[in-house]
């Protein structure tokens, strides 16, 4: 699977923009900051609801986490001699900083940085299609090569030794690239016309970031054709190697230096996220209301699960990006389930909606095929996620089982009639 990446990115866009779409019909029915949280706690029941924004914990504190351990790689091979937990405080410091500002200037940050970010691939992936045109890979010229490609070719998609399974495994993993589209939905209660912005931009996220990665990772297979064993020391951390590779040392540093402005943007939208979703369900009462219910009132901000998420993140000091990765998916795997879930249940079930083709395509077919594309990933899940994910589970509705008196007694919920 690892010599067909486009091919489980692909897999991976497809469930994500079906979910997408679902994702924008609950934001419409619910615009609050609890996302998937919120939705299936509304509209499914609230024990499934604390269940699902539990498993979201999972997901949304370890993407900040991520973030610093890809810019600790980033830093470490460019200044091999400082301790890597001089990067893992420093950056979690910057973090926990930017988001105390408030969302506007988190936004406005992330959008400058997205633009260097688009050019910087622009670039990269314009040095790869240059070499490839030229008749060049990583392994010399492609014409004394058997079996390698040049430019144009389905390899990157498909071959014959390729494993469906595999590629599905690959695509739970690659989920986490996508993670920032749902963690919009958690500034519902900060955006200007929710209901008609944010599911329009989720969708748009999610496409368009699915297109770029199937773009540059498709040239990048066929530049790098075969075992990746063969081109890197370090599998799991290649982008160093790729880019000296692909343009030498000092287009390494340089992309290495926006590469870690980039992640670090990533990982403060992040950081905002979880902090949000905290504030729900600290809101809620579902977890200690005094501490993460609690509003800045000069910022506006939850603070104090800002400062929170950031000692969270001092924990990628000893965790490898690899189980990271791989809790993450399971986090984002089962909002992504649940989330299709609510919209059969609220627009199908409580609304009764299936009257007419375009409900049912909307409120039927889609969720259906979204909870289908994400349950064949549910199947080739990596055991690590999915032990240390049911794990958390557990934790949960223990939890759950507390608070709710054995079950006796639904959750507390935030009185919307109260405001």
């Known amino acids: 699977s690892v010599q067909h990446v486009p091919t489980s990115y692909l897999i991976a866009l497809i469930a994500v923009l079906l979910t997408s779409v679902s994702y924008g019909h609950m934001i419409r029915k619910f615009p609050s900051s609890g996302s998937a949280y919120t939705y299936v706690q509304k509209s499914v029941h609230p024990n499934a609801g604390f269940m699902v924004g539990w498993s979201s914990l999972l997901d949304y504190l370890l993407s900040p986490m991520v973030n610093i351990l890809l810019a ?99 695509a739970t993993i690659l989920c986490f690239s996508f993670t920032g589209f749902d963690s919009l939905s958690s500034l519902a209660e900060e955006t200007k016309d929710t209901k008609r912005t944010l599911p329009r931009a989720i969708f748009l996220t999610a496409l368009i970031s699915g297109l770029i990665f199937i773009a540059a990772t498709y040239f990048l297979q066929l530049y790098f054709p075969g075992d990746p064993k063969q081109y890197f020391k370090a599998v799991d951390e290649t982008q160093p190697e790729i880019l000296y590779l692909v343009g030498g040392a000092l287009f390494k540093s340089v992309v290495l230096s926006f590469a870690i402005v980039t992640v670090m943007a990533s990982g403060i939208a992040a950081h905002a996220g979880v902090s949000r979703l905290m504030y729900v369900m600290g809101r809620d009462g579902v977890i200690h209301k005094r501490f993460f219910g609690h509003i800045s009132p000069k910022s506006f901000t939850p603070s104090y699960n800002i ?78 996620s999915l032990s240390s994910g049911l794990i958390w589970g557990s934790i949960g509705l223990v939890y759950l089982a507390i608070i709710t008196s054995g079950f006796r007694k639904a959750p507390p919920q935030y009185d919307d009639s109260a405001d």
């Open 72 to 170: 600790n790689i980033y830093l470490t091979d460019m200044f091999p001699e400082v301790n890597h937990w001089v990067w893992v405080i420093g950056l979690s410091l910057i973090m926990v900083a930017v988001n105390l500002r408030g969302v506007r200037f988190v936004a406005n940050f992330n959008s400058l940085i997205v633009v260097v970010q688009l050019l910087v691939i622009g670039f990269f992936t314009y040095l790869i299609y240059t070499k490839l045109s030229a008749g060049q890979n990583a392994l010399g010229a492609i014409s004394g090569q058997d079996g390698h490609d040049g430019l144009w070719s389905f390899s990157p998609f498909w071959s014959p030794d390729a494993d469906l399974g595999k590629l599905i495994t690959g």
């Open 307 to 384: 400062v929170l998420v950031g000692a969270v993140a001092l924990t990628a000091g000893f965790l490898s990006l690899e189980y990271v990765v791989a809790l993450i998916s399971f986090g984002a795997l089962t909002a992504f389930s649940f989330v299709n879930l609510s919209v059969l249940a609220e627009y199908m079930w409580r609304q009764g909606r299936w009257h007419s083709p375009g409900d049912l395509l909307r409120y039927l077919v889609t969720p259906v095929l979204g909870f289908m594309s994400v349950g064949a990933m549910w199947l080739e899940v990596e055991p690590s």
